[in-house]
């Protein structure tokens, strides 16, 4: 462990070296867990609304590209799951790039 005013080398995730005037700063494991108890309800709750919008967009793309047989091409083609995200807004970009922003 390393006491305040010392000069010790950095570690991995601090960055720059500490200066010899001023102490290392570390993380305190119960100032993490105290965090983590504190906010693991809201983590929970964005990490499962991300994950469950993106199951019904991707759900959503997939059936106005391919139709209700969409089942179907992914087992043929599982590439296209993570490929009807790259299409989602291209048709716009490449108007823009082509035309530019309409005035």
Do not use: C
């Amino acid at each position: 462990m390393v006491e305040a005013g010392s000069t010790a080398a950095p570690g991995p995730d601090l960055g720059t070296p500490p200066r010899a005037d001023r102490p290392v700063r570390r993380r305190h494991p119960a100032a993490l867990a105290a965090f983590w108890h504190a906010n693991k309800r809201a983590a929970l709750v964005a990490a499962l609304g991300t994950v469950g919008m993106r199951l019904v967009t991707e759900w959503v793309a997939l059936v106005n590209k391919f139709g209700v047989n969409f089942p179907h091409q992914v087992a043929r083609h599982p590439s296209l799951l993570s490929q009807v995200w790259g299409h989602w807004d291209a048709g716009y970009y490449i108007t823009i790039a082509q035309y530019g922003y309409a005035g």
